[in-house]
Structures are given as structure tokens and as C-alpha cells.
């Protein structure tokens, strides 16, 4: 069954690093999002991507953020210089289209210290 | 700006014990999906409602869509350990938006 895979599964850097996390989404899905899950809270958007641009981003995703799919598979989500604050779960999506369920990865952990 | 409730936040019940959790909002979803989600894991659909009035029954989990599209619940008959789990209800507008969960416990 196809999936969402995302590496790494835990990622820890210190603050002010830069650092990458990588989906790959299901093969033939055009909408991909990324997704934010501070321990103990709500599963919140950050970012929504189609036709190789952004299509909606939340208040959370600001200027240290940015993502990118650069090339048939890969979708990145970048942070550029993080903060303690930015420790959570990230979860990567994908759908077919902008109007059917979407599908999740595993999520990478991201703790920053 | 388009919010989902839940309801319980918590439930915590015995096995075999019968359990329903709601979703409200006050906007209406061209279509609302279930999650559930483990501890460090990411959201694993369950069933996705589509029409106002919707039942779907997915063995002993049986989810309903409101009549305005505006509110879900689902039903869990016999529940069962494995069932633990947080439950999501997410409205799709344009993207999937979550709301906060219901943290269910299933005491042996």
C-alpha cells in the first residue's frame, strides 16, 4: 500500500542550526503539506504546496521557514535558524487533489536544544 | 477561520464498555475525516464522511456526519485495549484541519 515516508524519524540539533526534513509522498498525489505537533497539543498546518509553489501557510510558518520539492519525490520542509520552541513532531502529507483525505507520514521528532 | 471541537477531551473506560466522542464546529466541511494516532506515531485515517446524514461503519467503529455537515461523532461498541488511542476529527477546506483530540484510555 503506498505511504508517506519521512526521515529522518528523530533529528536533534542545536539552536540557531539550520535543518532539513524529507518526505517522500505518495507517487501520484499533486497537493503536499507539512504539518506541526508540539508535544501534548493539536496537530497544526503549516504549509500547504502545489503545482511547485506554496498554496496557504498558517502564522507559524514565517521567513525561518521554507519548503521546496526538489525534484519528482522529494518534499523538504526547512527551518533555517531553529529555536527551542520549534521542538515538536513534524508530519508530512500528501493527497490526490486540494478536496480529498490526506495522507500522513510517521513524522520526524525534532528536538532542539 | 475554520475550528473543530472534541468532545470528551479524556474517556477513560473499561473494556467491553460502549463510547461515543463527538466533533463540532461551526463551519460547514465539504467532507470530515477520522485519525487516530498513537503516541510519537503520525495520524492514521480511519474513514472520511462525505455526505450530510453519512453513517459508515468500519467493524465495531460506527461514524456519523451531520445533517449540515457541521458535526461528527463516532461510536465504539465493545471497546477493546487496542482501541487506546488519541481520535482525531479533521474538516477538509481547501486543507485538513485538525481538532484537538480525544485521548482514549481502555482499562483491561
Known amino acids: 500500500e503506498p505511504e508517506v515516508t519521512q526521515t529522518p524519524s528523530h533529528q536533534v540539533t542545536q539552536m540557531g542550526q539550520e535543518v532539513i526534513l524529507r518526505c517522500v509522498p505518495i507517487s501520484n498525489h499533486l497537493y503536499f503539506y507539512w504539518y506541526r505537533q508540539i508535544l501534548g497539543q493539536k496537530v497544526e498546518f503549516l504549509v500547504s504546496?502545489?503545482?511547485?509553489?506554496?498554496?496557504?501557510k498558517s502564522e507559524i510558518f514565517d521567513d525561518q521557514f521554507s519548503v521546496e520539492r526538489p525534484d519528482g519525490s522529494n518534499f523538504t520542509l526547512k527551518i533555517r535558524s531553529t529555536k527551542l520552541e520549534d521542538s515538536a513532531m513534524y508530519f508530512c502529507?500528501?493527497?490526490?487533489?486540494?478536496?480529498?483525505?490526506?495522507?500522513f507520514g510517521q513524522g520526524t521528532r525534532l528536538t532542539v536544544v | 477561520t475554520q475550528l473543530l471541537e472534541q468532545s470528551p477531551q479524556f474517556l477513560s473506560i473499561q473494556e467491553g464498555e460502549n463510547l461515543t466522542v463527538y466533533c463540532n464546529s461551526s463551519s460547514v466541511f465539504s467532507s470530515l475525516q477520522w485519525y487516530r494516532q498513537e503516541p510519537g506515531e503520525g495520524p492514521v485515517l480511519l474513514v472520511t464522511v462525505v455526505t450530510g446524514g453519512e453513517v459508515k461503519k468500519l467493524k465495531r467503529l460506527t461514524f456519523q456526519f451531520g445533517d449540515a455537515r457541521k458535526d461528527s461523532s463516532l461510536h465504539i461498541t465493545a471497546a477493546q485495549t487496542g482501541d487506546t488511542g488519541l481520535y482525531l476529527c479533521a474538516g477538509l477546506y481547501d486543507k485538513v484541519i485538525f481538532g484537538p483530540g480525544t485521548s482514549l484510555s481502555v482499562i483491561p
Open positions: 502529507a500528501s493527497s490526490l487533489t486540494g478536496n480529498t483525505e490526506a495522507f
Open positions: 504546496f502545489y503545482n511547485n509553489e506554496i498554496s496557504e
